[in-house]
T-cell receptor
Framework: QKEVEQDPGPLSVPEGAIVSLNCTYS??????FMWYRQYSRKGPELLMY????GNKEDGRFTAQVDKSSKYISLFIRDSQPSDSATYLC???????????????FGSGTQLTVLP | DAGVTQSPTHLIKTRGQQVTLRCSPK?????VSWYQQALGQGPQFIFQ???????QRGNFPDRFSGHQFPNYSSELNVNALLLGDSALYLC?????????????FGPGTRLTVT
């Protein structure tokens, strides 16, 4: 079993729709949760960064973490064709100071927003 | 402010050969991590460098090695290339000794092994 599981999609929505992207994780040591956006043949771009449970909002994006169910979500409001990309969730543990911060990624969800 | 840069953009190698990939971190960042991303998969952690030393390694064989220079730039070396090494190799940099999970990725080097 992978430590971070993500539905690969593909997911196709009309412009303006609310998009919900989800991941589950199995490692209870994970405390940090990230969402990256990756356009085709490009490197991942950091979108959201959260610690522990709760919500974080940034413009049209909202990240949500429920540690009790080990569930991570990213919501995109008023989706645009420019949001079409692969979205990767990633997690990491609260390691001691001086330890490497190793990210564990899901396999990514491919999103297409149709004009 | 230049972001993370990587070179070359892509390259093609033959099985058994050796390859060196290069990374320059974002200005102000002192920690470099390398990831391998196979087609249709998420990135997998190879190793992280800080203060010119390998701090942690993921589940990759010794054929994968690296180096960090005093200016924080880094190299990834892969020896005895296998077909399965074909992937996008990503470099990520972070500040403050990597104490933060805010890792910023470069555009990657696409390696094809034939």
């Amino acid at each position: 079993q992978k430590e971070v599981e993500q539905d690969p999609g593909p997911l196709s929505v009309p412009e303006g729709a609310i998009v919900s992207l989800n991941c589950t994780y199995s490692n209870s040591a994970f405390q940090y949760f990230m969402w990256y956006r990756q356009y085709s043949r490009k490197g991942p771009e950091l979108l959201m960064y959260t610690y522990s449970s709760g919500n974080k909002e940034d413009g049209r994006f909202t990240a949500q973490v429920d540690k009790s169910s080990k569930y991570i979500s990213l919501f995109i409001r008023d989706s645009q064709p420019s949001d079409s990309a692969t979205y990767l969730c990633a997690s990491g543990g609260a390691y001691p100071s001086g330890s490497a911060r190793q990210l564990t990624f899901g396999s990514g969800t491919q999103l297409t927003v149709l004009p | 402010d230049a972001g993370v840069t990587q070179s070359p953009t892509h390259l093609i190698k033959t099985r058994g050969q050796q390859v060196t990939l290069r990374c320059s971190p974002k200005s102000g960042h002192d920690t470099v991590s390398w990831y391998q991303q196979a087609l249709g998969q998420g990135p997998q952690f190879i190793f992280q460098y800080y203060e010119e030393e390998e701090r942690q390694r993921g589940n990759f064989p010794d054929r994968f090695s690296g180096h960090q220079f005093p200016n924080y730039s880094s190299e990834l070396n892969v020896n005895a290339l296998l077909l399965g090494d074909s992937a996008l190799y990503l470099c990520a940099s972070s500040p403050t000794g990597g104490a933060s999970y805010e890792q910023y990725f470069g555009p990657g080097t696409r390696l094809t092994v034939t």
